[in-house]
C-alpha cells in the first residue's frame, strides 16, 4: 500500500535558521506530492505540491523537489521566522477507481521556532 | 466565500450516545472527505463523497456514517459514540482536476467521548 514517512519530531530552531524536514513515501504508480501545514488551532491549509518527477514546490520561502530516484520530498527553507512553528504534513495522493485522488499523510512534524 | 465550515468546533459525548458533525463548503467542490486526527498518526481517512448520494469508505470507517443529501454538505455520524472516537474530526473538499488536486480543509470539530 502507500505510506508516507516523515522525520519524527518536536524539531527546535532559532530564527534565520536553516531548515530541513524528511519526507519518503511508498507508493503505487505515479503519486503527487504534498506539503500541508497546521497552525495552531487551525485546519491544514497546502503549502506547496508537486505532481511529477523532478517538480519543485515553492511558497512563502518554503521548498521541496519530487525525487522519484530516492521516493522523496524533504521540505525545506533557507531562514525560519517565528511565524513558521506549526505542524507539517508530508502527504501523496494517487487516483482512486472514482477519479478523485486520496490523500495518505504522514504522522506530521512539530516545529517550533525561538527568538 | 467562508471556504470549508464544520459545526459543532467542540464536543463531549458520554459513550453510547449519538451525534452527527456538519461539514459544509460553498466552492461547489465535486468531492468530500470526513478524517480524523489522533497524535503521532497523522490524519487518517474515514469516508468519501464523489457526489451528490454517493460515498464510500476510507481507511477507518468502522462505527462512524456519512451522507451527502446535498452536494454542499458531508454529515458525519456517531450512532454510538466510543472513547476510542476521541479525535478530532477535520472535513475536507477537492475539485476535479487532471492530477494533484488540492484539498481545502475545515477547521475542525474536537470530541472528546467519556
Known amino acids: 500500500g502507500n505510506s508516507v514517512t516523515q522525520m519524527e519530531g518536536p524539531v527546535t530552531l532559532s530564527e534565520e535558521a536553516f531548515l530541513t524536514i524528511n519526507c519518503t513515501y511508498t507508493?503505487?504508480?505515479?503519486?503527487?506530492l504534498f506539503w500541508y501545514v497546521q497552525y495552531p488551532g487551525e485546519g491544514l491549509q497546502l503549502l506547496l505540491k508537486a505532481t511529477k518527477a523532478d517538480d519543485k514546490g515553492s511558497n512563502k520561502g518554503f521548498e521541496a523537489t519530487y525525487r522519484k530516484e530516492t521516493t522523496s520530498f524533504h521540505l525545506e527553507k533557507g531562514s525560519v521566522q517565528v511565524s513558521d512553528s506549526a505542524v507539517y504534513f508530508c502527504?501523496?495522493?494517487?487516483?482512486?477507481?472514482?477519479?478523485?485522488?486520496?490523500?495518505?499523510f504522514g504522522t506530521g512534524t512539530r516545529l517550533t521556532i525561538i527568538p | 466565500n467562508a471556504g470549508v465550515t464544520q459545526t459543532p468546533k467542540f464536543r463531549v459525548l458520554k459513550t453510547g450516545q449519538s451525534m452527527t458533525l456538519l461539514c459544509a463548503q460553498d466552492?461547489?467542490?465535486?468531492?468530500m472527505y470526513w478524517y480524523r486526527q489522533d497524535p503521532g498518526m497523522g490524519l487518517r481517512l474515514i469516508h468519501y463523497s464523489v457526489g451528490e448520494g454517493t460515498t464510500a469508505k476510507g481507511e477507518v470507517p468502522d462505527g462512524y456514517n456519512v451522507s451527502r443529501l446535498k452536494k454542499q454538505n458531508f454529515l458525519l455520524g456517531l450512532e454510538s459514540a466510543a472513547p476510542s472516537q476521541t479525535s478530532v474530526y477535520f472535513c475536507a473538499s477537492s475539485y476535479v482536476l487532471s492530477g494533484g488536486e488540492t484539498q481545502y480543509f475545515g477547521p475542525g470539530t474536537r470530541l472528546l467521548v467519556l
Open positions: 507508493a503505487t504508480g505515479y503519486p503527487s
Open positions: 502527504a501523496l495522493s494517487v487516483r482512486s477507481n472514482f477519479g478523485n485522488e486520496k490523500l495518505t
Open positions: 466552492m461547489n467542490h465535486e468531492y
